[in-house]
């Protein structure tokens, strides 16, 4: 079982910067994979980033590739995502998501524990 609680979102103006955080307990998340998702008003939960367990294995969405960065501290039991460059359509609630496996996931059918989300708001 793992819980997961994000903080860091907010208010940011357009060619910011916010760092995510994704707080998780329980013993299993050194060897899960973890996602972090986003759901704009009207809109489904679309991926954004992925993790494995070891950091070795990394996939971005298109439209965040080259201004986020997810990253892990298994010692700390911490997810993060930097995005940098925000723009007004990253706006959105961001979820931090979490399995049991070795594998790069990329679907949100493949998570299993879910935060319960942090609101990120860029004005232009």
């Known amino acids: 079982q793992v819980q997961l609680v994000e903080s860091g979102g907010g208010l940011v103006q357009a060619g910011g910067s916010l760092r995510l955080s994704c707080a998780a307990s329980?013993?299993?998340?050194?060897?899960?994979?973890m996602g972090w998702f986003r759901q704009a008003p009207g809109k489904e939960r679309e991926f954004v980033a992925a993790?494995?367990?070891?950091?070795?294995?990394?996939y971005y969405a298109d439209s965040v590739k080259g201004r986020f960065t997810i990253s892990r501290d298994n010692a700390k039991n911490t997810g993060y995502l930097q995005m940098d460059s925000l723009k007004p359509e990253d706006t959105a609630v961001y979820y931090c998501?979490?399995?049991?496996?070795?594998?790069?996931?990329?679907?949100?059918?493949?998570?299993?524990?879910w935060g319960q989300g942090t609101q990120v708001t860029v004005s232009s």
């Open positions: 998501a979490a399995v049991a496996s070795y594998r790069i996931l990329l679907r949100r059918q493949d998570y299993v524990y």
């Open positions: 993790i494995t367990w070891s950091g070795s294995s990394i």
């Open positions: 329980g013993r299993t998340f050194s060897s899960s994979t």
